[in-house]
């Protein structure tokens, strides 16, 4: 059974930048895609980017597109989510996933949590205005 930590969560003001790390703590996913979502209070689970098994492609939201980005790190078994110039918006609990199809990956595919084999317990972004 993979297991995915979230890690780095907190509170910045908007405008500021925060980093997010995904740590695979049982199992190894380096065939797999992996990805971000978020959960701002009172809504589903949202698509924030996903990058590729090897890390070299990346798909992200339209809302967070030039902002975030998002990296692997396999030999560390390890995935980061860098944000900068935050948003009252991004306000969310932000969860790791990782897919259940090897060396598959896509925008549409990794936009959908159906999609989703694992998930971690998620972070608390909190971004004051």
């Known amino acids: 059974q993979v297991q995915l930590v979230e890690s780095g969560g907190g509170l910045v003001q908007a405008g500021g930048s925060l980093s997010l790390e995904c740590t695979i703590a049982r199992g190894t996913f380096s065939a797999y895609a992996m990805g971000w979502f978020r959960q701002p209070p009172g809504q589903d689970r949202i698509f924030v980017g996903a990058?590729?098994?090897?890390?070299?492609?990346?798909y992200y939201s339209n809302s967070v597109k030039g902002r975030f980005t998002i990296s692997r790190d396999n030999a560390k078994n390890k995935m980061y989510l860098r944000m900068d110039s935050l948003k009252a918006e991004d306000t969310a609990v932000y969860f790791c996933?990782?897919?259940?199809?090897?060396?598959?990956?896509?925008?549409?595919?990794?936009?959908?949590?159906?999609?989703?084999?694992?998930w971690g317990r998620g972070t608390q972004v909190t971004v004051s205005s």
């Open positions: 990058v590729n098994y090897i890390g070299d492609i990346t």
């Open positions: 996933a990782a897919y259940e199809r090897p060396y598959y990956s896509g925008l549409v595919y990794s936009s959908q949590p159906s999609n989703v084999k694992y």
